[in-house]
Nanobody, 123 residues
Framework: VQLQASGGGLVEAGGSLRLSCAAS????????MGWFRQAPGKEREFVAA????????TYADSVKGRFTVSRDVAKTTLYLQMNSLKPEDTAVYYC?????????????????WGQGTLVTVSS
């Protein structure tokens, strides 16, 4: 599966953005998917994950209640709706395809990565 992330940009604190991740290949419909982010000078961290059928979603504590992960099977696209953005959300955001049907919280759970899209939140 190949992944192409988009939707990043500059937004003021309190604003919203929606990230998209277009997937090619039929494996998208059988795999869990996830979002990670990496801020300058920091390690890549888990943001959100969704199972292959969208029945279960998990979030990092830092984004719970503000971010929503979803997927559109027909469009083979993964989304991350980000609301109430904070300056500490500034990072490059990556989408990833899991090795199995359930997306985990570790980068090692994932077999394919998008190129990343930059989100900058100004205070």
């Amino acid at each position: 599966v190949q992944l192409q992330a988009s939707g990043g940009g500059l937004v003021e604190a309190g604003g919203s953005l929606r990230l998209s991740c277009a997937a090619s290949g039929r494996a998208f419909n059988n795999n869990g998917m996830g979002w990670f982010r990496q801020a300058p000078g920091k390690e890549r961290e888990f943001v959100a994950a969704i199972t292959w059928n969208g029945s279960r979603k998990t979030y990092a504590d830092s984004v719970k209640g503000r971010f929503t992960v979803s997927r559109d099977v027909a469009k083979t696209t993964l989304y991350l709706q980000m609301n109430s953005l904070k300056p500490e959300d500034t990072a490059v955001y990556y989408c990833a395809a899991s090795r199995g049907a359930i997306g985990g919280s570790s980068p090692s759970d994932y077999k394919a990565w998008g190129q990343g899209t930059l989100v900058t939140v100004s205070s």
